[in-house]
């Protein structure tokens, strides 16, 4: 079972930068795929980006992409969030997520979940 644990998170003002990080527990977090997700008040759990257990393949939903960027480091068990030109849009609890397998959009699909860490921009 791999455990994780978010940090990285802040206050910023809109159009900076944050780069979260995800540290995993566990043998098996090679052989997971990663995904970040985020919950703003009122709102429900929304798929921001996922990451292939290789690195090889990332994915984005539309409102982040060309903004953030996944990536992981095996060695390190290890994923991370950059995320550039930050919007008042983007204010929310994000949270690290891990599956064995193929990434997903889907949170119910994630068996592994960080506690999450809060992102504010500030207008």
């Known amino acids: 079972q791999v455990q994780l644990v978010e940090s990285g998170g802040g206050l910023v003002q809109a159009g900076g930068s944050l780069r979260l990080s995800c540290a995993a527990s566990?043998?098996?977090?090679?052989?997971?795929?990663m995904g970040w997700f985020r919950q703003a008040p009122g709102k429900e759990r929304e798929f921001v980006a996922a990451i292939s257990w290789s690195a090889g393949n990332t994915y984005y939903a539309n409102s982040v992409k060309g903004r953030f960027t996944i990536s992981r480091d095996n060695a390190k068990n290890t994923v991370y969030l950059q995320m550039n030109s930050l919007k008042p849009e983007d204010t929310a609890v994000y949270y690290c997520a891990g599956k064995p397998g193929y990434h997903s959009d889907y949170a119910g699909a994630y068996r592994a979940w960080g506690q999450g860490t809060q992102v504010t921009v500030s207008s």
């Open positions: 566990g043998r098996t977090f090679s052989n997971y795929a």
